[in-house]
């Protein structure tokens, strides 16, 4: 009979064998898949229809091996730039608001980007997560079509935006991330890869349309949410994602003032004067070193129009309306 340390030893030779296939099947992909320009990065790969950069590309191969789930867990789902880090405020502060009081709270000296995991960064072996009580929060910025199987039957919030405010706070974002052996990123060439689909994670259309198509067919899985939405009416949104993560407010903490306690702690005017997102950097991964500051830049609805011409805001629009048509989704404002 094998004891415990052997059958330990048996599983972890396994699992680094099933490892070492990925690598190979990984080795061998890349020199077939189509590549593109990167934004961060010099090329992109088109991995299932969406474009990846190597790393990222790797660590879904990872995840759909490794990763496992429990029933109870929500993830955040999003593209980049849609109002990630403001979304995962919200929802950690929605949560856990008995754990901690809102005169000291956790997020008064750490991060957003600290109070869940994000799974893009992975890497093997990939941690169980078993640390975490339940339910488990996790985000990714995947389209859905390209999630492991097994997490698509948990619970999802997906956050979307204005393509064209996405354009111009990606470009800016990805520009200071960008390899200094590459040259610079211009807004033309950005807007022109924006427009053919090829960004980090993108065609943005399509990941937002893996999403949406999939909140019409399970409503009660798939909490589908709009940036502008959240901006213009944040209790309401609030009430409705709080109802939807399983911890709806109750009437006394209403009146009690509770959601507004919670839109005011992670607003961006209160999020991004605080001394611990001003200082330091968020580590994904072993490449990627983010500073602080940078997840807060200006939180505002239509600043596209302080970068962007006529001609390209209607070709932008054009796009998405050609590409979403029949979906029921708008996403383009008008004004």
């Given amino acids: 009979m094998l004891s415990s340390q052997s059958l330990s030893i048996t599983n972890e030779s396994k699992q680094d064998a099933e490892y070492n296939k990925i690598c190979e099947e990984y080795k061998n992909m890349m020199k077939t898949l189509p590549k593109g320009n990167g934004w961060r990065v010099q090329h992109l790969y088109n991995y299932n229809g969406f474009w990846l950069d190597s790393e990222t590309l790797k660590t879904n191969m990872i995840l759909n091996t490794y990763f496992k789930t429990q029933p109870t867990d929500i993830f955040l789902a999003s593209f980049m730039k849609t109002g990630t880090t403001w979304l995962k405020a919200l929802m950690f502060s929605i949560i856990n608001r008995h754990r901690y009081a809102f005169s000291d709270h956790y997020l008064h000296h750490h991060g957003p980007q600290s109070t869940f995991p ?21 985000a990714t910025h995947y389209a859905r079509d390209i999630l492991p199987l ?9 956050i979307c935006r204005d393509p064209k405010d996405v354009l111009i706070s990606k470009w800016i974002f990805m520009s200071k991330l960008r390899s200094k052996d590459l040259t610079p990123l211009l807004l033309g060439e950005a807007f022109e890869l924006f427009c053919q689909g090829v960004s980090e994670y993108g065609p943005y259309w399509q990941h937002v349309l893996s999403y949406w198509r999939a909140s019409l067919e399970s409503p009660d899985k798939i909490l589908f949410m709009k940036y502008e939405d959240i901006k213009e009416q944040p209790k309401v949104e609030l009430k409705k994602l709080a109802a939807f993560l399983g911890n709806p407010f109750t009437l006394e903490e209403v009146e009690k003032g509770v959601v507004e306690e919670i839109v005011r702690l992670c607003s961006f005017e209160n999020l991004s004067k605080l001394e611990v997102n001003k200082k330091g950097i968020e580590r994904f991964g072993k490449l990627v070193e983010v500073e602080k500051r940078d997840f807060f830049r200006k939180g505002e609805i239509g600043d596209w129009r302080n970068y962007l011409s006529k001609e390209m805001k209607d070709r932008i629009d054009a796009i998405f309306d050609d590409k979403l048509k029949g979906s029921g989704l708008v996403l383009t404002s008008r004004d």
């Fill in 118 to 138: 994000f799974i893009d960064s992975e890497v093997y072996p990939v941690n169980d997560f078993t640390h975490i009580s339940a339910p488990r929060l996790f």
């Fill in 150 to 158: 097994c997490m698509t039957s948990c619970k999802f919030v997906y």
